[in-house]
């Protein structure tokens, strides 16, 4: 289910400095190799900047402007 | 700039409109349902910004787009039932959650209560007035009752809630939050979107695929809400928001909330009873770090599954349109403008 798909993502990302790491080079490469859907994929890539360098979400960054 | 014209059009004659059923009030009661009308976000609002009046202005533009030209007489007061039945919401949900808004502030909550009311009252009767403007009388009758079963499932959305903070966290799953979401948000959004539809004279299974439409967005913008208000918690308490109560301190068990509770049971074998997110700013060193992370990881994981909604929104709405796109100032109420659109503007 996608829902799951982007929570293991995250938890992954989350959990292992790693992992940031190689999303921090090279987001689209990173998560295109995880077996997900293509909406998922374009979300985590979207999500992307956020987690690989833990750039905080600006106090009035809705998810429209996503 | 064609679409903030469009809107403040809109706005403009939905506001001449609104100010002929608030002449038909008592004086005691005209000023705080006005009053209620004109807070941010509003249709009454001034300044106006481009999406204040949005639940009124949704219905309007989805009748328009599904079917043009339409009567513009229900629609708009088919519109303007819409925002006073989520103004009345708002309200009650400012009191339930004890925030002390500028409204709440200044009436206290015994006004606001009855102003809620007044407005619910208010919403049935544009509704039933229709049948004055030679409206069908079926019209009137499924705009009604799609009022009706969505305030209730907003109840059921809300009874869940209250009831899910006396629960541990671990308690629930990703599937209830949803559902949570789904009945709170959703069922406006969905209403918003079936009175549209019944504006635009579409048949039932249009119908239900408009007010699927308003589902998923009403998720997406639940769950959105949801991760933000976690993180302004985790911002420094000056930035923090003045006089409300976040979610965290209310013990909500909203959806960022729960997954972050079940990350720290799985990876940190920390006893499901004993978490408790309400003092993560004041907890220390290490175990500060590891309820921010935890919480860190269901913020980003609520956002993008708020993201996901919001593309299977997208999708439902351009099969709801078939060949015809939506109207650019459709998509700006939705929220679902692409990027062109808004290059554009």
Same mark, same amino acid.
């Given at each position: ?66 | ?142 705009? =009604? ?67 699927? =439409? ?37 013990? +909500? +068990? ?31 060193? +290490? ?54 659109? +808004?290059?554009?503007?």
């Amino acid at each position: 289910m996608e829902e799951q798909q982007i929570q293991e993502f995250v938890h992954r990302a989350v959990m292992d400095q790693a992992i940031r790491s190689e999303i921090a080079l090279d987001p689209a490469g990173v998560i295109g190799r995880a077996d997900l859907s293509p909406r998922v994929v374009d979300i985590l890539i979207r999500l992307a900047p956020y987690l690989a360098f833990d750039r905080p979400l600006d106090a009035d960054e809705k998810w429209w402007h996503a | 700039m064609a679409v903030v014209a469009d809107l403040e059009i809109a706005r403009r004659a939905l506001c001449e409109r609104l100010f002929g059923h608030l002449d038909g009030l008592h004086p005691a009661l005209r000023e705080d349902v006005a009053e209620a009308l004109s807070m941010e976000g509003k249709l009454l609002h001034r300044p106006a910004s481009s999406l204040d009046g949005r639940w009124a202005l949704l219905p309007f533009y989805l009748a328009r787009d599904l079917r043009a030209p339409i009567e513009p007489d229900p629609a708009c007061d088919a519109a303007l039932a819409m925002e006073c039945v989520v103004c009345a919401t708002d309200l009650l949900d400012d009191v339930m959650d004890d925030d002390r808004t500028p409204l709440v502030e200044r009436f206290g909550a015994a006004r606001v209560l009855n102003t809620a009311l007044a407005l619910v009252s208010l919403a049935q009767r544009m509704l039933l007035a229709l049948l004055d403007l030679d409206c069908p009388a079926v019209l009137s009758t499924r705009l =009604l009752d799609a009022v009706q079963r969505a305030i209730l499932l907003a109840s059921v959305g809300q009874q869940r809630d209250l009831l899910a903070e006396r629960r541990p966290a671990c308690d629930l799953n990703r599937e209830e939050c949803i559902e949570i979401a789904a009945a709170k948000a959703g069922s406006l959004l969905s209403l918003a979107c079936q009175m549209g539809a019944l504006c635009a004279g579409l048949e039932t299974t249009r119908v239900d695929q408009c007010a699927e =439409l308003g589902r998923l967005l009403g998720i997406a913008a639940q769950l959105d809400n949801d991760a933000h208000d976690l993180y302004h918690l985790l911002r420094p308490a000056t930035q923090a928001g003045r006089g409300q109560k976040s979610d965290l301190a209310r013990a +909500k +068990k909203t959806l960022p909330v729960v997954l972050a509770a079940h990350t720290l049971r799985a990876t940190h074998a920390l006893d499901a009873a004993c978490i408790d997110f309400r003092h993560v700013t004041t907890r220390v060193d +290490k175990e500060r770090e590891t309820y921010a992370n935890a919480l860190k990881e269901g913020i980003f994981a609520t956002w993008g599954i708020a993201l996901l909604y919001r593309e299977r929104a997208r999708e439902h709405l351009d099969l709801l349109m078939g060949a015809r796109p939506a109207s650019p100032a459709l998509c700006r109420v939705l929220g679902l403008e692409t990027a062109l659109a +808004k290059i554009e503007d």
